[in-house]
């Protein structure tokens, strides 16, 4: 069964310093990872995704992500934080066979000034 | 853009009443979702339908149900409401694929009294 683990409920960090999300994985075969964001009373937005190729993709407001087969994981990056980054930020994960997505429990990002 | 609509912000319904929560899309996805959203249990999805007619049982249907009679409306039911129900419900839909993202609706916060 696929499944998708957040271990961070929170992460916290100033402005202008590199944030770091973290999403592990299980799937069978080769994994299809989304992230997305939250902003409050909000649906979820796309950021970004792995489908094959090169293991770190690049999304939209400056996030990137890389993928690690190894390590079966997708941890999303972003080299300078913002303030207006302050979300809740989920993992997703798909099999080739492709029916519904996985979300993970949601990591809750708060960037201070 | 493609949009996915989402007929009610706020619902508030009482015990035992039959609720229906709309979801339409207008881009001609043929896949649609409805998940729901509590705190610290992140997505779970209710149900799902990969066409008019059909519907699948994701990993939470009991007390719900759903009706796809045209491509673009997706409806998600409850029987007969109960307060643990009370949570976001969100709606979303996808061109067929593995790797396509999701669209989601800005969803419905729902409370039974």
């Known amino acids: 069964a696929q499944s998708v683990a957040q271990p961070e409920d929170q992460v916290n960090v100033a402005e202008g310093n590199p944030l770091t999300v973290k999403c592990t994985y299980s799937?069978?075969?080769?994994?299809?990872l989304f992230w997305y964001v939250q902003y409050p009373n909000r649906g979820l937005q796309f950021l970004l995704k792995y489908i094959t190729g090169d293991n770190l993709v690049k999304g939209s407001y400056g996030f990137e992500a890389e993928f690690n087969k190894s390590q079966t994981s997708f941890h999303l990056k972003k080299p300078s934080a913002l303030v207006s980054d302050s979300a809740l930020y989920f993992c997703a994960v798909r099999d080739q066979a492709g029916t519904a997505l996985i979300f993970g429990k949601g990591t809750t990002l708060s960037v201070s000034s | 853009d493609v949009k996915v609509t989402q007929s009610s912000r706020y619902l508030v319904k009482r015990t035992g009443e039959k609720v229906f929560l709309e979801c339409v899309q207008d881009m001609d996805h043929e896949n649609m979702f409805w998940y729901r959203q509590d705190p610290g249990l992140g997505l779970r999805l209710i149900y799902f339908s990969y066409d008019v007619k059909m519907k699948e049982k994701g990993d939470i249907p009991e007390g719900y149900s759903v009706s796809r009679e045209k491509k673009e409306r997706f409806s998600l039911i409850l029987e007969s409401a109960s307060t643990n129900q009370t949570s976001m419900y969100l709606c979303?839909?996808?061109?067929?694929?593995?790797?396509?993202?999701?669209?989601f609706g800005s969803g419905t916060r729902l409370t039974v009294v």
């Open positions: 799937v069978s075969g080769n994994p299809y």
């Open positions: 979303a839909s996808t061109r067929g694929g593995a790797g396509k993202g999701y669209t």
